[in-house]
């Protein structure tokens, strides 16, 4: 059991940074792999990005990779994006998902057990 609760979106220009953050907490929450997922209007959910609790291991969606980074903090149990470059169509509202069905790190929505409530994020042009 794990729940997730996103904070740190925003109004950002093009260009800009904004970061955002996942807390989780639950009796086996170090269990589970983290991902982020973004949804823009009329759009399904998209991967963005997911990190191993465990391993250390990341991945990225090329549409991010080299503008975004994920990142960890067991002690405070907290997984942040850091995103940088932010253009338009980064807009969207961002969720955080946990997983823990698979060893590995997955971009499979299905495969997602747990959600926050999305937190969202708008860069102007």
């Known amino acids: 059991q794990v729940q997730l609760v996103e904070s740190g979106g925003g109004l950002v220009q093009a260009g800009g940074s904004l970061r955002l953050s996942c807390a989780a907490s639950?009796?086996?929450?170090?269990?589970?792999?983290i991902g982020w997922f973004r949804q823009a209007p009329g759009k399904g959910r998209e991967f963005v990005a997911a990190i191993s609790w465990g391993g250390g291991t990341t991945l990225y969606a090329d549409s991010v990779k080299g503008r975004f980074t994920i990142s960890r903090d067991n002690a405070k149990k907290m997984v942040s994006l850091q995103m940088s470059s932010l253009k338009p169509e980064d807009t969207a509202v961002y969720y955080c998902a946990a997983e823990g069905k698979v060893s590995g790190l997955t971009n499979r929505v299905e495969v997602y057990d747990y959600w926050g409530q999305g937190t969202q994020v708008t860069v102007s042009s």
């Open positions: 639950g009796r086996t929450f170090s269990t589970y792999d």
